[in-house]
């Protein structure tokens, strides 16, 4: 395990962990299987309630659609720490896909996922370094400007 | 193994496999990897021809869209049993991602995807709960309503 | 590991390895957990510049599309080359994802993804036969035609 607690890295820089919602029904959270953890696509719920609504180009802007990767991957670390506890069994971020509401001219997904990777970087040091695939779509559930999936390892 | 047969389940809810279509060329339908099994894009094929065809929200009602869930689902369950002969060894599904082609205005993912889910539910208990991702886009292959692709854990 | 280098191949067929651009920052070209390789989604990079921009069924033809998903395949394993050093170690291409930068009423997604698949049939013989996921998206980054990303098994 590490020293380091991620969630304590979380709280120098000002964020903590948001609730999950409670999981009901035929799917949930995250499902494990061996070492690795598979999270259900996070849309930016904060409190309850979508940060930002519409497609990335038009309604969101990129600094707003950041915001909300940032948002979503605060969501994936929760269903994380749901499913294994602690965080600190985290021995590494495998990949990040990111599905960006977009507007057809808008090709900048990748900045906009930049503040979910940048936040793994920060909680785990290099072993949240991870691969990644970033796309537009034409719409998402909810109107949400993104949705992001995750697959992590862990002791 | 499971004392209940998965096969038996469908056939108490009235449904049954489907055939596979043959796997040709440089592809195929699902391929093994430790205890994982990686199951291909599968359209709601059924008997051959597509169950219904155009945009969840436009050609295609959410209940529609949902009936074509169930459909993919068991093509997902026909591919895995032509892998590994029998659906007694799934241990877990490990995760479900939806692809909806919808219209812009459509953000029901989620509800159109629960008929996919509510069968692996149905067919493997609580081995069934598994994690999702659902989102929307412009067109599909064959402008097929949906797709699914999927992760099996296996024994 | 084979007796055939896969990179012979490659050079039999006239095609070579490009280069990999330099990982930078929060995330990387591929990350290894356990026997498998999750690949980033790759553009259709060559020589530091895009082979093609635009939708495939408006700006960029079928066959333009199809010559530019080899070009992803070909980033895809300079990535997993990358990581770890010599393609002899890959014991199967376990899965490829092909998100499409379609028209609307462009449902040839499949046909453009068959020059990847293609690729790793002709360089891995069976061991490239893979499961596969095509879908199309309203737009992607940089305004790419398509981007693929893959998962290995490797040794």
């Known amino acids: 395990m590490s020293i380091i607690n991620p969630e304590d890295v979380l709280k120098e820089i000002g ?3 948001p609730e999950t919602a409670k999981p009901v029904g035929s799917y949930t959270l995250a499902v494990k299987t061996g070492n690795l953890v598979f999270v259900s696509g996070q849309l930016p719920f904060s409190q309850g ?6 497609k990335v180009g038009k309604e969101v802007s990129l600094e707003e659609g950041c915001k909300a ?3 979503c991957a605060l969501n994936i670390l929760s269903a994380v720490k749901w499913l294994i506890s602690d965080l600190r069994k985290v021995s590494r971020v ?3 896909v990111g599905y960006i509401n977009s507007s057809e001219e808008f090709t900048d997904q990748s900045k906009v996922l930049n503040c979910a990777s ?3 970087k920060k909680v785990f040091g290099e072993k949240g370094v991870h691969s990644r695939v970033a796309v537009g779509v ?3 559930p909810l ?3 993104l949705e992001l999936s995750a697959i992590f390892e862990v002791k």
Do not use: I, S
């Open 49 to 54: 309630r979508l940060k930002f609504k519409g």
């Open 118 to 120: 940048n936040l793994f």
């Open 138 to 140: 034409n719409t998402l």
């Open 15 to 17: 964020l903590e962990l």
């Open 143 to 145: 109107n949400a400007p």
């Open 94 to 96: 495998v990949q990040l």
């Open 69 to 71: 990767a940032e948002t």
